[in-house]
C-alpha cells in the first residue's frame, strides 16, 4: 500500500467543489449506475421475448451485478493509478456500445452475456465517487458525498419507475436504447467538464490488484463495513427484483402500477444526504445502530398480516430503502477517512462485496418466490439485516469505539 501524501496532481487544489459541481457529480452517478438496474422489474417482459424461463430470467439481474462487481475489482482500482477522466470515459463508451446491444439482440445468451458487460462497463460513477472524495474538504467530505450518493441512489431507485413506464408504453428494447442515448450525453458531460486528475501513485497494475488483499487484512473497518452493506444489499435486491413480480401476479398491477409503486419507494432517497451530516458530525455509530435495526424490522408488515397488502410493501419498500442507503453512505464516510491515496481501491472493496451480496439477493429471488412466494420472501429478506446487527452489536461496535 502506498504511503505517498497526496499532491497537487493527486488532489487538484485549485478546483472547488461548487454546488454546480456537487449537482453535476450527482446528476452522472445517478445516470450511469440507472444501467444496472433497468432490467430489474421487467424481466417479466425481457424474459418470454427471448425465450428465457421466469426462473432463468432473474439471471438477467444477477449477471449484471456480478459484471459490476467484477469492473469494482478490476477495473475501478485503476483509478489510484490512471487519469481518472479519461478511465471514466472508456468505460463509458463500452457501457453506450453494451446497451445498444440489449436492445437489439434476440439470443438468450448473448443477452446474458451482454447484460453481463452492461454491468462490467457502468463502474465509472465509483471512480467518480472517490474523485468527489479528493476534491471535497475533509470537514464536509460527508455531506459532499452523501449529496453525490443521493443522486446516485436516486438514479438506482429511479431507474425501475422509468424502465416500467418506457417498457409499459414502448416496449423493453426501448428501456435500453434510450439508455444509450443517455449515456452518449453523459459521456460528453464528462469530457467537458469533470475535472482531470493524475493519481501520485508508482506501481504496476498486478502491484496495484495485490494490495487489494493487504488493505482488507489491515483495515477492520472495512471489512466490518464492507460485511453490513453487503448483507443489507441482498435483501435489498432480493426485495426489488421480487417485487415486481408479486405485485404482478397477485395484485393485477400493470407496468405502469409498478412504476408508481417504485416511485414511492425512491422517497428512501432523502436518508443519504442525511447519513453523510450525520457522519460530519460524529454520529456514525448510532446511525449505523438506526439502520440495520430499521432494516431488520422492515419486512414486518408483510409477516404480522398479509392483510397489509400493497400498503406493507410500499411501507418496506420505503423504510428498507431508507436504511440501506443510510448505511451505505456512512460506510463510504467512514473508508474514505481510511488512507487517502488508495480510496478507489478501498471503494472498489467496498462496493464489490456490496453488488456480491446484491448478485446473490436477485439470483435467489425467482427461485424463493416460486418455492414461497411473498412469505418466504419477506422471511429470508429480514435475516440478512438481522445478521449484520447481530455483528455489529457483538463485534463491529466494539471495533469502531476502539478506533474512535
Known amino acids: 500500500m502506498s504511503s505517498n501524501s497526496p499532491t497537487a496532481a493527486a488532489r487538484p487544489a485549485q478546483v472547488k467543489m461548487t454546488r454546480g459541481l456537487i449537482a453535476l457529480f450527482a446528476f452522472c452517478c445517478g445516470a450511469i449506475v440507472a444501467n444496472i438496474y433497468y432490467a430489474q422489474p421487467i424481466i417479466e417482459l425481457i424474459g418470454p421475448d427471448i425465450h428465457l424461463s421466469s426462473s432463468a430470467a432473474s439471471l438477467i439481474v444477477s449477471l449484471t451485478q456480478i459484471g459490476y462487481a467484477l469492473g469494482l475489482f478490476f477495473l475501478v482500482p485503476l483509478g489510484d493509478l490512471l487519469e481518472n477522466r479519461k478511465l471514466m470515459i472508456t468505460t463509458a463508451l463500452v457501457a453506450i456500445a453494451s446497451l445498444t446491444a440489449a436492445a437489439l439482440v434476440h439470443q438468450p445468451h448473448a443477452f446474458l452475456a451482454i447484460s453481463l458487460l452492461v454491468g462490467f462497463s457502468s463502474v465509472a460513477v465509483q471512480i467518480l465517487i472517490p474523485l468527489a472524495a479528493h476534491l471535497a474538504p475533509d470537514e464536509s467530505r460527508g455531506r459532499v458525498v452523501g449529496t453525490i450518493m443521493g443522486g446516485l441512489l436516486l438514479g438506482i431507485l429511479l431507474s425501475r419507475p422509468i424502465s416500467s413506464f418506457i ?238
Open 167 to 404: 417498457a409499459g408504453h414502448f416496449g423493453w428494447r426501448v428501456v435500453f436504447g434510450s439508455a444509450a442515448v443517455l449515456m452518449a450525453i453523459v459521456t460528453a458531460v464528462l469530457a467537458l467538464t469533470i475535472p482531470a486528475r493524475q493519481p501520485d501513485h508508482q506501481a504496476t497494475y498486478v502491484q496495484l490488484i495485490r494490495s487489494l488483499g493487504t488493505l482488507v487484512a489491515t483495515m477492520p473497518v472495512l471489512r466490518h463495513r464492507a460485511l453490513y452493506q453487503g448483507l443489507m444489499f441482498a435483501t435489498f435486491s432480493l426485495f426489488w427484483t421480487a417485487v415486481p413480480v408479486e405485485l404482478i401476479r397477485h395484485y393485477g398491477l400493470t407496468q405502469n402500477g409498478v412504476a408508481l409503486f417504485a416511485l414511492v419507494g425512491a422517497i428512501g432517497a432523502t436518508s443519504a444526504p442525511l447519513a453523510g451530516r450525520l457522519a460530519d458530525a460524529g454520529h456514525s455509530r448510532r446511525a449505523t445502530l438506526l439502520a440495520l435495526v430499521v432494516g431488520a424490522l422492515s419486512f414486518m408488515p408483510s409477516l404480522i398480516h398479509p392483510a397489509w397488502g400493497v400498503a406493507g410493501l410500499v411501507v418496506t419498500g420505503v423504510v428498507l430503502d431508507f436504511a440501506v442507503q443510510m448505511n451505505m453512505v456512512i460506510g463510504q464516510r467512514e473508508i474514505y477517512a481510511l488512507h487517502a491515496a488508495s480510496r478507489n481501491r478501498l471503494n472498489a472493496l467496498y462496493m464489490t462485496s456490496i453488488f456480491i451480496g446484491g448478485a446473490c439477493g436477485s439470483a435467489i429471488a425467482s427461485v424463493m418466490f416460486e418455492r414461497g412466494g411473498w412469505t418466504l420472501i419477506a422471511s429470508v429478506g429480514s435475516v440478512f439485516p438481522l445478521l449484520a446487527l447481530l455483528h455489529y452489536l457483538f463485534a463491529g461496535r466494539s471495533a469502531a469505539t476502539r478506533r474512535a
